[in-house]
């Protein structure tokens, strides 16, 4: 075989390998991506809300401080409690709740903001479940807020939906399973939830999903809100060692 042979078959077999090649690439490239995919991993969120309500309550902004533990571990808005006691302190108190919870956070920054949603009557919509019998008082008001986390390692966008008891009594809650749950005063419903719909920094492609529960009772306009659930992050970010 001549030299111009020997050109032309070496031309026409690097010509077939740049497609094969590229698609070596591109399967390792994608390959990577997926199994740089986290599994779901458990959180808690504990925090200190300050409401800063409208003249009828229905609305307002919020700040906050916040640590978070599990599979991330931030905080915020300088959280002073030091365990589950001296967290949940001001709500056992019934006196002096205010002032104590005042001091649950150092240097509370701004979070998002809240809407309320008076309850229907009774029997107004007809495939909800309701919180109150026909002609009786108490129904619970619906809570819809988004709020930015703001921590040290970026921020994540969280929203919030469920209800709140905004009544002086308790009220009576049938649940899915047939039993009734006591919703005290100024504190959230059995369905209280939250998605985490993605983030900054550390938290970028970052999305979650868990329940809530919120406690004001003495300690208005400073809320205990604690959240639990999991997270996990999508796409090609990847947070090593950052979470």
Request: with cysteine; net charge negative; proline share 6%.
């Amino acid at each position: 075989m001549n030299k111009k042979a020997l050109v032309a078959l070496a031309a026409a077999a690097t010509t077939a390998l740049v497609p094969f090649t590229i698609l070596q690439i591109t399967s390792a490239s994608a390959a990577g991506v997926k199994h740089q995919q986290l599994q779901p991993g458990n959180i808690t969120i504990e925090s200190w809300l300050y409401a800063v309500p409208s003249e009828n309550v229905l609305s307002g902004t919020v700040w906050d401080c916040f640590k978070i533990t599990g599979a991330i571990n931030d905080q915020g808005g300088g959280p002073t409690w030091t365990d589950e006691n001296t967290y949940k302190a001001p709500n056992t108190m019934t006196s002096g709740g205010v002032s104590a919870a005042s001091h649950e956070c150092s240097d509370k920054v701004p979070a998002g903001g809240f809407i309320f949603v008076p309850p229907p009557e009774a029997g107004q919509y007809q495939f909800a479940q309701y919180t109150s019998a026909p002609g009786s008082p108490g129904g619970l008001t619906t809570v819809y807020a988004v709020h930015t986390i703001a921590g040290q390692k970026g921020d994540i966008y969280i929203t919030f939906s469920g209800t709140y008891n905004m009544t002086n009594s308790v009220v009576p809650v049938k649940v899915a399973n047939g039993s009734t749950v006591d919703v005290q005063p100024l504190t959230t419903g059995p369905d209280c939830t939250w998605v985490i719909t993605g983030g900054t920094g550390a938290y970028a492609n970052v999305q979650g999903n868990g329940t809530c529960f919120a406690n004001a009772e003495n300690t208005f306009p400073w809320i205990n809100h604690t959240e639990q659930g999991q997270v996990w992050w999508t796409g090609a970010s990847k947070a090593n060692g950052t979470f």
